[in-house]
Structure formats: C-alpha cells, structure tokens
C-alpha cells in the first residue's frame, strides 16, 4: 500500500488498508483469480470485508461438486481483506494459517455464496479473522478462520 502515481504524474500518499480498499470497490476490475473464480469484493468496512461468489460447474471436482479449494479461496479473501481494514498505509499482510470447515454441499444449484470476514483480534504483528460462506438464503456452507502477519512495505 505504497504511494501511487494519479492521472497528472503526481506521488499520492500512500492509503490505509481501507481506504485502498474503499477506492477498490468504486472501480472494481477485480484480480485475475478474482476473474477467474467468478467472486468480487461488495463490502468493506472496519474490520470486516464481504464477497460475493457464483459457483459453476467448471470448478467442480471429480464428485461433481464445488473444489474445497473454492471456499478456501472465498473464505482467505474475506478474511485477508477484513485484516487489510485494519492496517495503517504503508503496511502490508500475508496469511500464515488457514482452516476451514466445510459443513454443506455447494454445487451449481447455489446460484450466489456472500462470504464475509470479521477481525477477531488485531496485534501489532499478528492479526486474526473468521469468515463464513453463506447462500443467499443464509444457509451455511464453510466457516474458517485465518492469521495473518503483518509487515512494513517501505
């Protein structure tokens, strides 16, 4: 979360974690992966982060069902991004611990997952979150947690 370089050349200052992801959310063009997985960042305020997911079959394993990997994914990015909220600029984070628990079946018959990620604990150089993976009628899908380290990037 560095300085970057505005429309007329010029160094800005750099963001907080999430004002860099306030500023995301009004022009979202998302990652690749983000592409990629059919997912895309809806909410962010302090300490929580939500996305919203379209599973497909193309990401199915070989029981027909959604790869485990997909919640992961959703459920690393709520809680990557909730975690990003709460840092200062120039600060950056990586996951260091991932689980997650699968407790329903996802196929295509769910047309639409939110998953949302709330901090739990925000320490100067570690910082923890959890996240579940709901449909749109609120059933519950996964839930996991994650930790997070934290370091400067200057």
């Given amino acids: 979360m560095t300085g970057h370089m505005d429309t007329q050349g010029s160094k800005t200052p750099p963001q907080s974690g999430l004002d860099h992801l306030r500023q995301l959310l009004q022009g979202w063009h ?44 959703l459920i690393d990015s709520a ?40 901090v739990i604990h925000a320490g100067r150089i570690m910082l923890t979150a959890e996240a579940k993976l709901t449909g749109d009628n609120g059933k519950l899908y996964a839930h996991g947690s994650g930790t997070f380290l934290v370091y400067p990037t200057k």
Avoid: W
């Avoid at 260091?96 to 949302?116: H, P, Q």
């Fill in 30 to 73: 998302g990652s690749a992966m983000a592409e990629t997985l059919n997912f895309r960042l809806i909410a962010v305020d302090d300490g929580t982060a939500t996305f919203e997911a379209f599973p497909s079959p193309k990401f199915y394993n070989p029981q027909m069902r959604m790869h485990g990997g997909y919640a992961a994914t």
């Fill in 79 to 118: 809680t990557g991004c909730a975690v990003q909220t709460k840092l200062p600029a120039g600060t950056g984070y990586g996951t260091i611990e991932l689980k997650v628990n699968y407790v329903g079946k996802i196929d295509a018959s769910v047309t639409r997952l939110i998953c949302t990620g709330t």
